[in-house]
């Protein structure tokens, strides 16, 4: 017994000093295991539109582009003009301007591309047919649709902010 006592002893040893000179030439990271890294934005493709003219646009949606570009450029609604409009169809309820975190109709929504111009600069903006639109200004955080059909006039609508504003219990 003593024997085979002192060869598991012997094999501990060997297999000890094996490990431990074998420790010191690996690196401190662990095998296989890549460093992390950040995961990259999701770039969305925009769908191709079809020109259309302006007057072709659903009253409610020239009305929603117009009250929001007037609120943002601070200006009246008639210095707002529609200057180009696209027919298209968006991939999903972001209609092409997915706020981060947020969920989304996962089916074809129809609407337009319209660009809003005022004397203080112009917007370009994703509509549904209905009236919700969503202002796809680079380099901002987006909120997403905003129905403005129970205010069109703009009189007691909250304008949408950059960067949003917390959400407050009584929302």
């Known amino acids: 017994m003593s024997q085979m006592r002192t060869l598991v002893l012997a094999c501990a040893a060997t297999v000890g000093l094996a490990t431990s000179a074998f420790a ?8 296989g295991v890549a460093p992390p890294t950040r995961i990259p934005d ?11 003219d302006i007057a072709s646009v659903p009253r409610t949606v020239r009305r929603a582009v117009a009250a929001d570009a007037a609120r943002r450029f601070a200006v009246s609604e008639n210095e707002v003009v529609l200057v180009s409009a696209e027919r298209l169809t968006w991939n999903d309820g972001a209609m092409g301007c997915p706020e981060p975190g947020r969920m989304y109709t996962q089916m074809l929504v129809p609407g337009f591309r319209v660009t809003a111009k005022t004397s203080a600069g112009q917007m370009i903006y994703h509509t549904d047919s209905r009236d919700a639109v969503v202002d796809c200004a680079p380099g901002h955080f987006q909120t997403g649709p905003k129905n403005l059909s129970a205010d069109p006039a703009g009189t007691g609508a909250e304008p949408r902010t950059y960067p949003p504003r917390p959400a407050t219990p009584d929302r």
């Open 24 to 31: 010191a030439d690996k690196p401190a990271t662990p095998r």
């Open 42 to 52: 999701v770039v969305y493709a925009q769908p191709a539109g079809e020109h259309v």
